[in-house]
């Protein structure tokens, strides 16, 4: 281990621990520098000794040293203080999250749950969900995905006040169309699509939009009984002349004759997106609204709403796109992956779902503080996985240690006493929480391993010393500067598989405490990384799924 980069580490949170526990706990401090420094864990007993010894250093310091040598540090706040989030000067919080209901969450979903939680919690708000199903044809809803988003947020930590679905809400739609309609706001297009586009591109007005409310209001009814899909469209006015195409005369409403999951064949005539989230965010009293700048011109369109019926719009912050490259994160890529057996489900840890990251391990507060600090910033950003991974890490000081073999080899070691090996269960763990690993030979090491160190002297970890040319236990068992493996012994040793995230196996045996491990435990098998163990497999095998290193 690179032993300055531990040192920094160590001191640093020492100060830390100092400053807020009146006196620093080496203890204390092994999480965090292994989060820091992921290889100090190669030598946990040097580790313990460096941080007894920058503890007591730091132990020694006046309060003001600790104060100076604080003061060129910068920590993450506290959960209570956290920023990213700019101050609002708002009354009452109401903020609402808005995914459609077409599919599971993923990580990308996750920023902006979170960082509307994070206000709503903030300033004793409210967080709505509103789930949006008015597409039943392109974005057609997902009948489990109703339960499954609540829980999944729920997962994540964010606390749901309400639950709102747009399709239990045509008729409100369809009464605040037909009040923009009387007002001489809103038409029924009729124009078929091709020369509907060229309009608007070309910023010209169809002789649609002369219509007078009565007329207006027939087509519209039109609409609701018998005309056909595609043949007609309910548009807002707003100005043909506007710069931006999209914006002139946008459609509100469009009848759609696909049957709905929940709903059935109840509506043909659905609202669109712009159109359905203004009166949906007015009637709910929605005060603040969060959203990706990709959905800039949304407020715009909205807004012709909200000026018409004379609402105040909420206050909208944006932020930057989050891009998650290396991990498929569409939709529609996801459920044909699932339908023609790419993937297992919605939880296949090939997928960045939060059911997938939930799966192999990954703690929902290490995505709340990676989303956290993205905060609400303009500038587009890519996921960083290592980062992620190593708030997980740091979460997860106390996951239990165990020696993992993968693709294990025999090794016969003669002269081997058997005994039963007293180890903590994670570094720094107190006197009463320990595992017993009973050594015996013969007993596993990896297949990599043994290769590696052909005809060489190693370590079986906090064993003895073995020499590999001639399989006995080494004369000498001076263990400096010899490479240091994990084994198994074969009396007991539990055979495992592990999924990676890429959806590779991996197959070896634990040590026997791995077979006592409840569902869900995310143990850190040493020098392999950290795994969540999931369940016994029909032929007893243990599955876990990898998280990271
Ligand atoms: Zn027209």
Redesign the pocket.
């Known amino acids: 281990m690179d032993a300055t980069a531990v040192q920094a580490s160590a001191r640093k949170w020492a100060l830390k621990n100092r400053n807020d526990h009146g006196s620093a706990q080496a203890s204390a401090l092994m999480g965090k520098v292994i989060g820091e420094a992921p290889e100090a864990k190669g030598d946990i007993p040097a580790l313990r000794a460096i941080l007894q010894k920058v503890a007591d250093e730091v132990n020694a310091l006046s309060p003001e040293q600790v104060d100076a040598e604080l003061s060129a540090f910068t920590f993450e706040p506290p959960k209570s203080e956290r920023e990213g989030l700019p101050k609002l000067d708002l009354q009452r919080l109401i903020t609402r999250v808005a995914p459609n209901p077409s599919g599971y969450l993923h990580i990308g979903h996750a920023k902006n749950l979170i960082l509307c939680d994070e206000y709503a919690k903030q300033y004793k708000g409210q967080l709505m969900l509103r789930l949006e199903d008015t597409d039943p044809k392109t974005k057609k809803p997902m009948p489990e995905a109703y339960t499954a988003i609540p829980e999944d947020a729920k997962w994540l930590g964010c606390t749901i006040s309400r639950i709102v679905i747009q399709s239990e809400r045509i008729p409100i739609y369809y009464e605040h169309a037909e009040k923009l309609i009387q007002a001489g706001h809103a038409y029924v297009?009729?124009?078929i699509p091709e020369v509907?586009q060229k309009n608007r591109a070309e910023g010209k007005a169809?002789?649609?939009?002369n219509q007078t409310p009565v007329q207006a209001l027939r087509e519209w009814k039109g609409m609701l009984l018998t005309t056909k899909e595609g043949k007609a469209v309910l548009r807002i006015k707003t100005d043909m002349a506007h710069p931006n195409a999209s914006m002139r005369d946008w459609p509100a409403m469009r009848i759609v004759e696909e049957e709905h999951p929940r709903v059935g064949k109840k509506y043909r005539v659905w609202p669109l997106y712009n159109f359905a989230a203004a009166v949906d965010d007015h009637l709910t009293g929605i005060t603040l609204v969060l959203r990706g700048k990709e959905h800039e011109l949304n407020a715009d369109k909205q807004q012709y709403v909200y000026d018409y019926f004379g609402w105040k719009a909420p206050l909208t912050l944006e932020y930057g796109l989050l891009h998650i490259e290396g991990a498929m994160a569409h939709k529609s890529d996801i459920i044909k992956g699932i339908k023609d057996g790419t993937y297992s489900g919605w939880d296949d840890v090939r997928l960045p779902t939060l059911r997938a990251l939930r799966k192999r391990g990954l703690q929902p507060e290490a995505i709340r503080r990676y989303m956290i600090q993205l905060g609400i910033k303009p500038t587009d950003s890519t996921l960083d996985w290592t980062i992620l991974y190593k708030y997980n890490r740091e979460l997860l000081p106390t996951a239990p240690h165990y020696y993992f073999v993968e693709d294990p080899v025999v090794l016969d070691v003669q002269g081997l006493q058997a005994k039963d090996v007293t180890l903590p269960l994670y570094p720094g763990a107190p006197q009463d929480q320990t595992r017993l690993l009973p050594a015996s030979s013969p007993l596993f090491i990896a297949k990599k391993d043994a290769e590696e160190n052909v005809g060489k002297v190693v370590r079986l970890k906090d064993l003895v010393n073995v020499e590999l040319s001639s399989n006995t236990v080494s004369q000498n068992q001076d263990h400096k500067g010899v490479p240091k493996i994990q084994w198994v012994p074969q009396d007991g040793a539990v055979n495992v598989k592990v999924v990676k995230e890429d959806g590779s196996e991996h197959v070896g045996v634990a040590e026997p405490a791995v077979g006592h491990l409840k569902a869900g435990t995310v143990v850190q098998f040493e020098r392999y990384g950290y795994c969540r163990y999931d369940s016994e497999l029909p032929d007893g095998v243990k599955l876990f799924y990898y998280a990271h290193p």
């Open positions: 297009c009729s124009c509907m169809c002789g649609c939009r």
